[in-house]
């Protein structure tokens, strides 16, 4: 199995920045596509960012592109999100996903990923 732990969440003005980091433990050989996804209140989950396992492959919610950037570093199994000129929309928790199978393109649905994380809140203040 795979587990998975977010970390750098917090409180931040509009306009700021924030760097999520998730870090993986077990069997990460197995890894493949990992992602972000996001929660807000009373909203559903949805998708923000992927990235396959040789980083070529990147995806991203149309409202985040050119913002957020999502990264990952195999030798320390992690994937990192890199989140500039926050806006008060992107607040919600934020959840680290993995999956082990080879996905083309890299999928954006949650129910491809098999591993998730327990979220990290961020919270934009306008």
Do not use: H
């Amino acid at each position: 199995q795979v587990q998975l732990e977010e970390s750098g969440g917090g409180l931040v003005q509009a306009g700021g920045s924030l760097r999520l980091s998730c870090r993986a433990s077990g069997r990460t050989f197995s890894m493949n596509p990992m992602a972000w996804f996001r929660q807000a209140p009373g909203k559903e989950r949805e998708f923000v960012a992927a990235i396959s396992r040789n980083s070529i492959d990147k995806q991203y919610l149309d409202s985040v592109k050119g913002r957020f950037t999502i990264s990952r570093d195999n030798a320390k199994n992690t994937v990192d999100l890199q989140m500039n000129s926050l806006k008060p929309e992107d607040t919600a928790v934020y959840y680290c996903a993995a999956d082990r199978v080879v996905y083309a393109p890299v999928p954006t649905a949650s129910y491809e990923y098999d591993f998730w994380g327990q979220g990290t809140q961020v919270t934009v203040s306008s």
